[in-house]
Structures are given as structure tokens and as C-alpha cells.
């Protein structure tokens, strides 16, 4: 396969690195060759089998536009632009398109929400609260995984009020506590990213497995489907 990975960042270079261990072809855009959307014709959408964008908030919402009006299959993991989340599933289903968006794409990640839930209904009655820390450059806070965290409590448990607490350290990849606080104990939940190898590695999986489909999926709704 032949994937377009939109970003050079951190993550889009290790994405990048995954998908050739994959045995996959890679080329790489950053935004200085790519500004408002600009390189993604529908020509050169046409050579690759997935988008993967890592990106920021703003330069996704243009790339999502180009690539979903051209039916291109696409993996979103940049977060901050759910404000058109709507608009960015209708396109895709006008065009056709494969659409699969996640907060994070790390299969721990995933585990814990699930993890989250249970504890939700297990102790209903406890104070919960979520604290997240990314790298200093990090634009949107809180994270899109902190938001997906506390929507997976409320879900399960919809009375509780889940606070969120963001801090911006470093070259943080991603930590992420989940507290329930009773007046005589505390359970905590917690994710630590080593490597953004997590997200690299779930991001490529993602490509792989959304080449050929139309449709929209969060990745929470098909990570089961990975293996």
C-alpha cells in the first residue's frame, strides 16, 4: 500500500517510520508544502491508499476537506476540530469516502475507557476527576483523549460531573489519570505514553484497515477489529 501522512511533526515522522516497517510505501507532506490544503489535488489524492493526518486543528479541517470531496480514504488523529465533526461525517458520506477519526490511537488508550466505564457504574457515588499532561507545544486543551475519557464516564454514568485538569510540560507524549475519590479511598486509572510509537503504531493499523471501505468510524468503534 501507499500511504500520504499529512504532518512532520513528532508523530507524523514516527507514522511515517511504522508504516515503511509495514512494508508500506510513505510519502510525507508538512504544511510549509501543503498550506491551506494546496498540494491535495484530486490527481495526486488518486496514488494512495489512505491520509493520515497528524497535523493541527486548523490544517486538518482543510486537508479533511480536500481529501473527503475527492472520496480519499482518511485517518484523522489530530484533535481540536470537533466543531465540524458533523460536517466532516456528511461530506464523507456524500463523496463516498473511508473516514475513520480517533482522540488517540494508542490500543492502551482504548483499554482504558473501557476500563473507565466499569469503574463509572462500580462506584457511582465517588468524585471523579481526570488530569492530563502533554508536551509543551501541544495547541488544544483539554486533549481530545481527556474529552473522549470523561464522555466514556458520562456515558456510563450519566449524574456524574467529571472535572479535567490540563498541564503542559517538556516533551510530554501523553499521561492521563482517571481519580474516583471517596471521603476514605481513591482508585486511580492510568496512562502513560512512552513513545508516540503507541499512536504510531494504531494510526497505521487504522490505514491498513479502512483502505478499500466508505464509511465513518471513531477508531474506539473498529479497534476491536484489529487483532
Known amino acids: 500500500m501507499l500511504f500520504l501522512v499529512l504532518g512532520r511533526g ?22 510549509e508544502e501543503n498550506r491551506n490544503a494546496m498540494a491535495l489535488t484530486p490527481p495526486f489524492l488518486a496514488g494512495f491508499d489512505a ?27 489530530t ?3 470537533y466543531d465540524h465533526l458533523d460536517d466532516m ?24 475507557y473501557r476500563l473507565a466505564r466499569e469503574l463509572a457504574v462500580a462506584v457511582p457515588h465517588y468524585h471523579f476527576e481526570i488530569t ?7 495547541k488544544d486543551a483539554p486533549s481530545g483523549t481527556a474529552l473522549s475519557l470523561r464522555q466514556a464516564v458520562q456515558a456510563a454514568n450519566p ?12 516533551d510530554v ?9 471517596s471521603d476514605y479511598e481513591v482508585i486511580e486509572l492510568k496512562h502513560e505514553a512512552f513513545s508516540r510509537r503507541a499512536f504510531a503504531e494504531g494510526a497505521v493499523r487504522a490505514a491498513e484497515w479502512i483502505t478499500g471501505k466508505t464509511g465513518v ?4 468503534e473498529i479497534v476491536g477489529q484489529l487483532g
Open 173 to 181: 507524549a501523553g499521561i492521563h489519570v482517571l481519580e474516583a475519590r
Open 10 to 31: 513528532k508523530t507524523g515522522r514516527v507514522i511515517a517510520d511504522v508504516a515503511s516497517e509495514h512494508g508500506h510505501g510513505v510519502q510525507v507532506l508538512g504544511e
Open 159 to 170: 449524574s456524574l460531573n467529571v472535572s479535567i485538569e490540563s498541564k503542559r510540560e517538556g
Open 51 to 77: 491520509v493520515i493526518d497528524f497535523t493541527t486543528p486548523e490544517a486538518a479541517v482543510s486537508n479533511m476537506r480536500a481529501c473527503l470531496a475527492n472520496g480519499a480514504p482518511m485517518v484523522v488523529g
Open 132 to 138: 492530563e499532561t502533554h508536551h509543551a507545544g501541544k
Open 217 to 220: 468510524w471513531n477508531f474506539s
Open 89 to 112: 461525517r456528511s461530506l464523507a458520506a456524500r463523496k463516498g469516502a473511508g473516514f475513520l477519526y480517533g482522540a488517540n490511537f494508542s490500543i492502551g488508550v482504548q483499554t482504558l
Open 79 to 81: 484533535t481540536g476540530w
